[in-house]
């Protein structure tokens, strides 16, 4: 049986469910820490380390990725992305109930799903990004949308079924959600995946270290992980801490807000970028971004500041997948690699954001305003990177 038997469309829809497949395995167990700490006995350290190993973990196979996928090919990288993900949910269910340990079984579930995630981060965007499209920018903005679509119906739905059936029948919604992994992997045998350096040899990762403009990428990279959840991370706590809200309306008024915000921004350059010239439309965002941060960290009411926490979501919704535009365009001949270390970068951009708002906010005695103030540097560091890209060139050749 021929595996190409779909069009390049249904390359996209794959593509699209990927990312959803990302933002579950990231986001239901969040959702789910409180009750793992009661049922399982644990404590708040041990629910952290949870966290911790699932970003080591993808960090681990981003780095992997970039020699590791070539070598395999995309398809079968797929295939072990979506299993990895659809098992790391299954064993959530299963595991923690029947082995002696319970927080053994959560460990193993979040390598796993970890291992799908590193994956799909490393792999879907070039997949797309090699797609024949007319508009490689926007398709790769819708692309990256669907992660936040996939966030918003995680909690979404999540919250629905726990008010409908009770928190304690979590493991049936996580087989449940085992189901689209599942689902995609075979989709994903169906559907046509071209060469991601069109059929040229991509350049040795030795030459892709030398390109100046490469480094300027990991850059914004960085930066743009540190400037969206720098924000994100911290808007349940706004929501909370400021408007005197309970958690579930915390969590919706906060992260879930944000990450509306930041898929509207990206479905809307995607349905409209040929109007909005790529690396203006950013250095725009960027701005905006420095205003939503100063806004967040310096506002006296409380509501003012979770508005700025929601329209950061948007200001930040461009970076990431432009950030992956700029690259294919300014190094057409990346190839894996390129991919692997800009997702790489991302992921510790992702937490070098969070990290220093909470630092200093512990430094100022619990104070997130500054935290975020100085979190301020990432946007800041954003735009005059993208200042600089302006007249980077890029090249494909030796030094």
């Known amino acids: 049986m021929t595996q190409k038997l779909l069009s390049h469309r249904h390359t996209i829809y794959a593509s699209y469910i990927g990312y959803i497949v990302q933002a579950i395995g990231n986001n239901f167990a969040p959702l789910l820490f409180l009750t793992f700490a009661s049922s399982y006995n644990l404590s708040l350290d ?9 970003f080591m973990v993808q960090l681990g196979v981003d780095l992997i990725c970039a020699k590791a996928i070539d070598k395999i090919g995309y398809r079968l ?9 659809a098992l790391g949910l299954i064993s959530m269910a299963i ?27 490393v792999c879907v965007s070039p997949i797309v990004e090699a797609s024949p499209s007319d508009n490689k ?15 918003v119906g995680v909690v979404l739905i999540s919250t629905a079924f726990f008010y409908f059936f009770g928190v304690d029948k979590w493991p049936i919604l996580s087989l449940i959600w ?32 030398k390109q100046k403009v490469f480094w300027l990428l990991i850059v914004l990279m960085v930066c743009a992980g540190a400037s969206e959840q720098g924000m994100s991370q911290w808007a349940s706590a706004f929501a909370e801490k400021g408007l005197g809200v309970s958690k579930t309306v915390g969590d919706l008024m906060g992260p879930c807000l944000f990450a509306v915000f930041m898929g509207t921004a990206r479905a809307i350059y995607g349905n409209f970028s ?59 001949t990346g190839g894996t690699a390129m991919y692997a270390l800009l997702a790489l970068a991302g992921d510790l ?20 305003k500054a935290g975020l103030l100085v979190a301020l540097i990432f946007p800041v560091m954003m735009l005059i990177g993208l200042l600089l890209l302006k007249d980077h060139k890029g090249r494909n050749t030796e030094e």
């Open 46 to 54: 041990r629910i952290t380390l949870l966290v911790t190993i699932n």
């Open 77 to 85: 990288s797929m295939v072990f992305a979506h299993l990895f993900a």
């Open 95 to 121: 595991l923690p109930n029947v082995l002696p340990d319970p927080y053994v079984g959560l460990l193993c579930a979040v390598v796993m799903y970890a291992i799908g995630g590193g994956i799909l981060e």
């Open 137 to 151: 920018e926007a398709a790769m903005s819708l692309l990256h949308s669907f992660y936040c679509w996939g966030h």
């Open 178 to 209: 085992a189901l689209v992994p599942l689902f995609n992997l075979f989709y994903f045998q169906r559907v046509p995946i071209e060469s991601v350096t069109g059929g040229h040899e991509p350049l040795a990762l030795g030459k892709l270290l």
């Open 274 to 332: 040929e109007k909005f010239p790529l690396r203006i439309t950013m250095a725009c965002s960027a701005i905006l971004c420095i205003g939503c941060y100063l806004l967040a960290a310096l506002a006296d009411l409380p509501v003012l500041g979770l508005i700025g926490c929601a329209i950061c979501g948007f200001s930040v919704g461009i970076f990431w997948p432009g950030t992956f535009s700029v690259a294919a365009l300014k190094l057409p």
């Open 349 to 368: 951009g992702c937490s070098s954001g969070p990290t220093t708002v909470g630092m200093v906010a512990n430094a100022a005695g619990g104070d997130l």
